[in-house]
């Protein structure tokens, strides 16, 4: 008799020899077999889950007669299992007539697993703390970044136009001058240099200057400083999230351990030989 059982879990463990051993249950035989001695005959890596595939080889004994029903019990199943992705077949003339996962709490004392969670899940709140903080401390930096850019920008904007506007102011005076002769002539003078207010620009003045040549190594000092700053503040962030991806991932396998102490899984598979 022979029969495959297939499950999705992560269980790779190698099976070396199988052990078994008879009980009876309602005048229905059993044979209790332990999941890590189970016969591996496959396995297949998907990127989520892998599929497991492993044989159970049974000699029906000559003084049974046709047909047979029995169950087999596999023990100490590994948690990682999918329960609605066990599936059984029979081989040999053997016709599986029900297959059952059965999961029950046992009580055990595990005091130092449960101190080990407790400080990983403090390990992992003060981290995340942590994250929080260097993320404000980056956002306040870039906000404090944007505002040197933008005023560097806007002054850059400003002298461009300033430039132009010198060109203006010149063509101005000039129109100014042509129409005031204009108007000398037709013994009707108007005062219009009002209508051509020269433009205040800071370029034309030494103030202004010196005061655009401090703003600039203001601005150079302070944004390099600010960027040096960004990048040490962001790999901190990276070296502090991969610390809590490794604590978190740690505390879950420790709830996991210690949730697999506290229960008892088996599997049943009710057979009979045709």
Same mark, same amino acid.
Do not use: H
């Given at each position: 008799?022979?029969?495959t059982t ?14 078994? &051993?008879?009980t009876?249950?309602? &005048?229905?035989?059993?044979?209790n ?6 016969i591996?005959?496959s396995?297949?890596v998907?990127?989520? @889950?892998?599929?497991?595939?492993r044989?159970i ?11 047979? @029903?029995?169950?087999?019990?596999? !023990? !100490? ?6 329960r609605?992705s066990?599936r059984?077949d029979?081989?040999?003339g053997v016709l599986?007539?029900?297959?059952d996962?059965v999961?029950?709490?046992q009580?055990? !004392? !595990?005091?130092?697993?449960?101190e *080990? ?5 403090m390990?992992?709140?003060?981290l995340?703390?942590?994250?929080a903080?260097l993320n ?5 930096l870039?906000? @404090?970044?944007d505002?040197l850019?933008?005023?560097?920008k806007?002054?850059g904007? *400003? ?26 002539i037709?013994?009707?003078?108007e005062?219009?240099s009002m ?10 003045n030494e103030?202004?200057?010196k005061n655009?040549s ?5 601005y ?10 960004l990048?040490?503040k962001?790999k901190e ?6 610390r809590?991806?490794k604590?978190?991932?740690?505390? *879950? ?6 949730e ?5 899984r088996?599997?049943w598979e009710e057979?009979v030989?045709?």
């Open positions: 008799m022979t029969a297939t499950t999705t879990s992560s269980d790779f463990s190698p099976i070396i020899s199988q052990k078994s &051993s008879f009876s249950e309602q &005048s229905m035989p059993i044979l077999l332990e999941a890590k001695e189970l591996t005959k396995v297949v998907y990127l989520d @889950r892998a599929e497991v595939k044989k080889v049974f000699q029906r004994p000559e003084l049974i007669q046709l047909p047979f @029903r029995m169950m087999i019990r596999i !023990n !100490n199943v590994s948690p990682m299992i999918a609605d066990i059984v029979g081989q040999s599986i007539l029900d297959v996962y999961e029950i709490p009580f055990c !004392n !595990n005091d130092d697993g449960s *080990n969670i407790s400080f990983l899940e390990e992992t709140t003060d995340e703390g942590n994250c903080a404000d401390q980056i956002d306040v870039q906000k @404090r970044l505002v850019d933008g005023v560097a806007q002054i904007k *400003n002298a461009l136009v300033s430039t132009d506007a010198v060109q203006q102011r010149r063509c101005g005076v000039q129109a100014t001058q042509q129409i005031q002769d204009q108007q000398q037709n013994g009707c003078i005062d219009v209508q051509f207010a020269p433009t205040s620009l800071f370029l034309l103030d202004s200057m655009l401090s703003f600039l190594d203001y150079g000092k302070t944004a390099g400083e600010t960027r040096s700053e990048r040490q962001a962030l990276a070296e502090l999230k991969e809590l991806a604590s978190e991932w740690e505390l *879950n396998k420790q709830r996991g351990k210690m697999y102490d506290k229960n008892k088996w599997e057979f030989f045709r």
